[in-house]
């Protein structure tokens, strides 16, 4: 598909839509239960301070336990079993679920609300593994990071407004109990219609056994989520975004009376602003990562959060100078947008943290260990909310820290961890540095990414243009790619780092050093061998007119030890970009024609390396260049 399609074209297709509005409406529905329940505890039952305080602390608790105690289960059902009947017998629990909450809310029943919160954890826990696991078998690759930014703008403004209409419906005590149970159950029927559009989804590991024990099964799955580096640290990011900001939202209420001088309604305004710039970060991941698994976002995520949460505690160290304030009041006083313009901004660049980490989750991982894999992701989340929440009684209760104080603690922490997992995994800072110079020096098209195989071993041939090749494919390649290399390229200061990160092999001439050709040949064999894809440049230098020059046999070689598939690869347009090498009367590469040219990246299709020629890939790559050089 052209990089030219809008993320926004996957609402009108049915292999997404119906999709999207199920998962939409169910998290609309949490919410709007959760917060109807807690305003009718609250405020209508009558309850002492210290019953009231029992149930809204209970609530929480009760709702995420279910991901502690079925995730496991969860994540076995979604591989096993085909997901759209799974996810319309879960929307039938829900209604079930609904019709008891309507009659807790008539008969203002709070132990009964109770546990339908733990039935509605319970639904969520069993929803959580199809939601990110169908993604890859409904779209394509190159749509991942705009499917995925959907769904969390999705969530995101689904959470914002249910509390908002879950609490408004509630407010009347003579209609709000029957206004909640009209909503939540007409909302859970919509649900279930919605899903009966989603097509066919089939078990990834049908032949799967499941494993009852729940305790035995939790630990499985949390060590399949560690045998890849970059997912399991992936999913450690998912996690600390979850505390990051559990850990913020959960003070703002306090933090709009006491510091912004205003009530619930500047919370809402607040607690708005925050989601809608996770949305809009969400959203803008497609677009900055040219419809790939860009995780060099991650880096820029994660530092313009701890940029934009340290600001946040210098714009309103202390307490409010005015208390009492409605919305119209607090906008209009002194240091309010500094405030709000800070708290869109930790959501926009969280949205550049997320939904790349969930992309990139959902790419490496094999499809058939995806949806457990997820589940063990729906763990650690839930050890990590619970977590920010024992997080946050510290800081207030035991260490008497003010709010702006505490929010300062959590951009020191999310820096450090931040650079924790990036010298963990140096691919994260790498990719983001080879993203911020492909983005500066080049307007980039990609074209038929889908033809990467998503799992096993493959080799990549490509024309050789510039010194910027590599990192332009590298950037356009969902999975990591072990480029061949010239050695004296490999060496290049700065860029050797980069090179370095990416395992790249470097390798020689035979005249000018056998040895570490030989040693080439062999890494590039271990590497095919242990699942990896492997880009060459079969010109074995940089074009010096143009045009692309006969494909040297080195590609036989290697396709004689082992025979994979092969995926010829085009770049477009880079001769008039910067970088590349054109003849001058002194021989020498003159000033680059076009700065930010406009360049393309094709893939063609699979190629089967058993008996290929050189001659013949190279002329599929010339096809695939076309007239454009």
């Known amino acids: 598909m052209a990089s030219g399609h809008s993320q926004f074209e996957l609402l009108r297709q049915r292999r997404f839509a119906p999709f999207f509005a199920t998962q939409l409406l169910g998290a609309f529905n949490d919410n709007v239960f959760r917060n109807a329940?807690?305003?009718?505890?609250?405020?209508?039952?009558?309850?002492?301070?210290?019953?009231?305080?029992?149930?809204?602390?209970?609530?929480?608790?009760?709702?995420?336990?279910?991901?502690?105690?079925?995730?496991?289960?969860?994540?076995?059902?979604?591989?096993?079993?085909?997901?759209?009947?799974?996810?319309?017998?879960?929307?039938?629990?829900?209604?079930?679920?609904?019709?008891?909450?309507?009659?807790?809310?008539?008969?203002?029943?709070?132990?009964?609300?109770?546990?339908?919160?733990?039935?509605?954890?319970?639904?969520?826990?069993?929803?959580?593994?199809?939601?990110?696991?169908?993604?890859?078998?409904?779209?394509?690759?190159?749509?991942?990071?705009?499917g995925n930014g959907l769904v969390e703008t999705g969530t995101a403004l689904a959470i914002l407004f249910g509390m908002i209409l879950g609490g408004s419906l509630m407010l009347s005590p003579e209609h709000g109990p029957t206004l909640a149970s009209v909503a939540v159950l007409a909302i859970a029927a919509t649900g279930y219609l919605a899903s009966r559009a989603i097509p066919a989804a089939p078990a990834t590991a049908p032949s799967l056994r499941i494993n009852w024990n729940i305790a035995s099964e939790t630990w499985h799955i949390l060590k399949l989520c560690t045998r890849q580096r970059a997912v399991f640290n992936s999913v450690l990011g998912i996690s600390w975004f979850w505390f990051f900001g559990t850990a913020l939202t959960a003070q703002l209420p306090v933090y709009a009376q006491t510091n912004l001088g205003g009530g619930s309604a500047v919370f809402l305004l607040t607690l708005g602003v925050f989601s809608i710039g996770t949305g809009i970060g969400s959203l803008l991941c497609e677009k900055l990562s040219g419809r790939t698994v860009e995780i060099g976002l991650v880096p820029l995520g994660a530092f313009g959060i701890s940029a934009f949460a340290l600001d946040l505690y210098f714009a309103r160290p202390g307490a409010a100078p005015v208390t009492g304030l409605d919305v119209g009041g607090f906008v209009h006083a002194h240091g309010s947008l500094r405030v709000l313009f800070d708290l869109m901004m930790i959501g926009v660049f969280g949205g550049f943290f997320l939904v790349p980490l969930f992309a990139l989750v959902q790419s490496r991982t094999p499809k058939s260990e995806l949806s457990r894999v997820i589940a063990g992701n729906n763990i650690l989340n839930a050890l990590f909310i619970v977590s920010a929440a024992v997080c946050g009684i510290v800081a207030q209760q035991l260490l008497h820290w003010s709010i702006p104080t505490f929010f300062l603690a959590l951009a020191i922490a999310n820096a450090l961890v931040a650079i924790y997992i990036f010298t963990l995994v140096p691919e994260f800072l790498m990719r983001f540095l080879s993203w911020l110079l492909v983005k500066s020096l080049y307007r980039l098209r990609v074209d038929g990414i889908a033809n990467i195989p998503d799992e096993g071993p493959a080799i990549i041939v490509c024309n050789h243009v510039s010194y910027m090749d590599a990192l332009i494919l590298a950037g356009s390649i969902p999975r990591p790619v072990r480029f061949v290399m010239y050695y004296r390229i490999f060496e290049v200061p700065v860029m050797k780092w980069i090179f370095r990160t990416a395992r790249a092999i470097p390798i020689a001439g035979a005249r000018e050093n056998p040895a570490l050709m030989q040693q080439a040949f062999t890494d590039i064999d271990a590497a095919l061998a242990a699942g990896e894809v492997v880009g060459i440049f079969p010109e074995g230098a940089l074009t010096k007119d143009g045009d692309i020059a006969p494909f040297k046999s080195g590609i036989e070689r290697m396709l004689a030890n082992r025979p994979v598939s092969v995926v010829p690869m085009a770049l477009r347009g880079m001769w008039a970009s910067m970088w590349s090498r054109r003849d001058t009367r002194l021989g020498r590469m003159r000033a680059p024609r076009r700065f930010r040219a406009n360049v393309g990246v094709v893939a063609g299709a699979p190629v089967d390396g058993l008996g290929v020629s050189a001659e013949a890939l190279e002329a599929q790559v010339r096809a695939l260049r076309g007239d454009a050089a």
């Open 37 to 146: 329940t807690i305003v009718l505890i609250t405020a209508q039952l009558g309850l002492s301070t210290d019953q009231a305080s029992l149930y809204t602390n209970l609530a929480p608790a009760l709702f995420i336990l279910p991901f502690f105690l079925f995730s496991a289960l969860a994540g076995q059902f979604a591989e096993k079993y085909e997901k759209t009947r799974l996810i319309r017998w879960i929307k039938l629990f829900e209604i079930v679920a609904m019709t008891v909450a309507a009659w807790g809310f008539y008969a203002h029943h709070a132990s009964l609300l109770l546990v339908v919160l733990f039935l509605m954890g319970l639904h969520s826990t069993m929803f959580g593994p199809i939601k990110y696991s169908i993604l890859p078998q409904a779209l394509h690759p190159e749509e991942l990071v705009g």
